[in-house]
């Protein structure tokens, strides 16, 4: 008897060990993600990542990843030649929002919609806007771009104008104030407020005044709207500042260009451009300038109006060729979609981050030094979430601009007036693009 | 008297001639030598230094700090690739260039006249026409990021078979009659007569080949994606530093790596080099 | 090689084979009718090579670039037939016939100038008078071996408005700097100086060559006769020139518009090419940016094609104007 019920008892044992068993099985057997992935991006993009990417080790251990870094542009290059080659392609690549679109149309990229469908709402709406199409998400936004004026105080003060931001904020809050500003700075001390190159200007001034408001070279229906009068207006502006001597004439990224900014006795007085441009003063730029500059919202089109804008900003996408979906996703999860991580990369390289959660942190209220002691994390959320929708980054964006741009620079330089050059940008896209 | 007057005479308009002559070829060549040394100086400098205001010349710390970071950055993979991709080019070329050209040379067989016109013909297509398409074709071959690319399609070049026609031309057809009687095979004949005999013209035409593949921008530009596989024209190109500006010390210091074999092989068989070129261009 | 269709040497070399061939005529006949078959044979052997890789990798691109011309692709998915399409956007497209207009004028600027100092510098070099003149023969052709992309970049930093060497010099003797590089016709200026550069001592050393067949005599008998320098310059050594010359203009015809390396080292400022405002673009450079910056294919198949026709009708006309006179 004692032996039947002691079997009994075994046998009740071992069912239930078993019972429970299988049904931890299941999950100890989903193992981490693993492998090696190779990731594109240009200088110094790999240091902010690598800064986004600390403590990844810990939760996955087996993900390893290797940076290859191009000359900036280079990637446009490579990365459709590997996409069409079907081979050679990295795992996982950087693209600026502004080719972004294209190469999305191209295909080749990995659709992640599901993957980032719980995170949607805690992007910045503007920047998902070149991840998307057709309802489909192809990237995941980096660092945001939010577009404002930075200004040297000692330049303002030598022209007897005030220096703090809260005084320089109203002194610029539209447009023609801010050519009034510019007037005196002239008269005062001789400097200019910013570079704008005639010859071989570039098209992205006028592209962050036109985003400010919501323009673009479509309309929301596709059709070419790169000549509208309000367009119109706005190149004008920008020609009347160059005319009349406000702007100087050096080349983006060149060292006359550098100088104006390095300079201690001739700078500039001020440079409209996205949050990535501070790291870059502060890292090679111009990092002798420490204290002495200053950021206020850019001008606004009328008092009251918008005054934020838009200039390039990253995302990264995943190819199709990846033979590894879930480690690369592991990664830009862990990057990019925690507000840890995109406060990591703030801190190091000043980056905004698109992830609008993470703006809670107090990271964004310090003081920094080299704006003399201002604020400014706070001041970039705040644009960020203030951008306008814009047709500018369209999926024909790289051949748009490149066919915008010479006409530009023609009428910057008096050969044909501003309706002109418009018109003949409008008539080249659309013979180019076949749009209306 | 005569003579004092003609000889007084020649010895004035030998003088302005001299003069003249000097004034024109000193600042050419000049011209000709600015570029090396401007290159070779700046490779030496720090950025801040390369547009200093004053001028900077001659830097006070001259440094081969730029060779440094460009070796880190993988010059000599690039050097290699670029050397094995020549010599490749260059003997496969060669190769061809001198069967065919003593196929036109010193065989007759019907259709040879056309099938030489036809030559000559695609020398005048132009490789804007055909790098789409051929790359299109590299994509479908997978022999994109290889060096197939860069070696095969141009293994027969027109102007190497003409240039090799000629030069074997000149070949007595005793020699090959010769041969041929003591029962050498075609192949054979190629590879114990011709090939020894027009071995001065091979160099030449080799110097020529090796050069060109050497140089070549575009293609490997379009082909090589990989920085391990590229060449130094293509690296040189590509060197930019942060924010898409051009690092010109970095590449000025590429540039010295990149011309120094070449001009190294020109000085040595610099006779060698000019007669290819004339060659080709002027016999015929 | 385009003296192949002027028959001097070839007569000359044909009547030298012809008398050493008399003798062995009878032998040959014999040895021909044996090994006539075989020899021929091994000829379309050895030429094969070529015409191989010719049809695959020249003609067949070139008729696979006209069939993508008259479709829609960018580079990934189906081909979509259009027609004239790309064919009607090409011809009213500005920067096209830019391009084309930028070759002509860029040919313009530096093929007279150079052809003219290269055959003047070949003919002082011929004089032999001239002290160390195997240096200075080295020091003008030297550039022709460099790489021109490894130049490019130098004359960049050399041309720079505010901060280059030419400036620099020029500045210092008392002239104002010249916008090298930021204006539209003295980026063609530059663009043609660096050609210049490159190939002025490629160019010297063909006429060179050519000059050595010019008997001596006829220029001393010149002089003898009172005819200066000069005149025994223009009025025989240029008409004897004349297939060098020849042959040297259609090269660098074909050259001019095909400039890639020049223009994206020196006059290629972020993205796009061929600046200032396009001043400087070909339509090899154009072709480039359309295929493997925009992704247009089928447009840049269409470029190249009507490109094609155009050079070939330049070389072709070229040929018969200037070269039926001999």
Known sequence: MKKSLLLILVLILSISMVAVFSEVAPAEEAPLPSGKLVIWSWAPNELWLDASLDGFKEEYPDIEWEHVSYGTGDVYVNLPLALTAGKGAPDICLIENSHLSSIVEMGGLLDITEKIQPYIDNLATYKLKECRKDEKYYAVPWDGSPVAMYYRRDVFEKAGLPTDPESVEELVSTWDKYYEVAKTIKEETGLYMQACTKANNNGRLLEMLLWERGLGYIDDEGKVSINSPEVVETLEFIGKMTSEGLYSDEVDWTDGWYAEFKSLDKPVASYIEASWMSGIFKSWLAPETSGLWGIVHMPAYEEGGVRASADGGSSLIITEQCQNPEAAWALIEYALLRDQSVINCFVAGDYTPSLVTSYDSDVFKVKDPFYAGQVIGTMFNDIMLNIPKANIYTAEYAEMSSLTVPEIAKYLTGKQSAQEALDNAAAAIRAATGRK | ?284 | MFTYFFSNQRNNQERFSKTMAIDTRVLKRMKESWGEVKKKRWAYIFISPFYILFAIFSMYPIIFSIYLSFTKWKGMGPKVFVGLANYRRLFGDPIFWQSIRNGVIIFFLYVPIMTFLALVLAVILNAKFVRFFRIFRTMLFVPYVTTMIAVGYVFRIMMNTKYGLFNMVLTSIGISPVPWLDNVWWARVSISLLIMWAWLGYNMVIMLAGLQTIPKDLVEAATIDGANPAQAFFRITVPLMRPIILFSVILSTIGSFGLFNEVYTLTTVGDVPGGPMYATITPLVYIYQQAFRNYNFSYASAVSCIYFVIIFVLTLLQLRYFGREY
């Not at chain 2, 001639?17 to 030496?44: A, D, E, G, N, Q």
């Not at chain 2, 011309?259 to 006779?271: A, E, G, S």
Request: net charge positive; with cysteine.
């Open chain 2, 1 to 284: 008297m005569a003579v004092i007057t003609e000889s007084t005479l020649i010895k004035t308009k030998t003088l302005d001639k001299r003069i003249f002559v000097y004034l024109l070829l000193i600042p050419t060549c000049i011209f000709m030598m600015l570029p090396f040394f401007w290159m070779l100086i700046t490779s030496l400098k720090t950025m801040a230094e390369v547009f200093n205001v004053p001028m900077i010349i001659f830097s006070h710390n001259m440094s081969l700090d730029n060779f440094k970071v460009v070796i880190d950055k993988g010059v000599w993979i690039r050097l290699w690739n670029t050397f094995f991709i020549s010599f490749t080019a260059t003997v496969l070329r060669l190769f061809f260039c001198s069967l065919a050209g003593y196929g036109f040379a010193k065989f007759r067989f019907p259709g040879r006249d056309i099938l030489f016109s036809v030559l000559i013909a695609s020398m005048i297509v132009p490789f804007a026409v055909t790098v789409v398409p051929l790359y299109i074709m590299m994509v479908n071959f997978h022999w994109v990021d290889t060096i197939l690319p860069l070696v095969i399609p141009g293994a027969a070049s027109a102007f190497g078979i003409f240039f090799m026609r000629q030069y074997i031309r000149s070949i007595p057809d005793e020699l090959l009659d010769a041969a041929r009687i003591d029962g050498c095979s075609e192949f054979s004949i190629y590879v114990r007569v011709i090939l020894p005999i027009v071995t001065p013209g091979l160099v030449s035409l080799g110097l020529i080949f090796f050069m060109q593949v050497w140089n070549d921008f575009m293609w490997p530009l379009v082909i090589l994606k990989t920085p391990e596989n590229q060449t130094l024209p293509v690296m040189i190109a590509t060197l930019t530093g942060l924010a898409g500006t051009n690092m010109y010390t970095l590449q000025m210091a590429v540039s010295v790596i990149s011309i120094t074999p070449l001009i190294i092989i020109f000085l040595i068989f610099q006779r060698r080099f000019t007669t290819g070129i004339t060659f080709g261009a002027v016999k015929g």
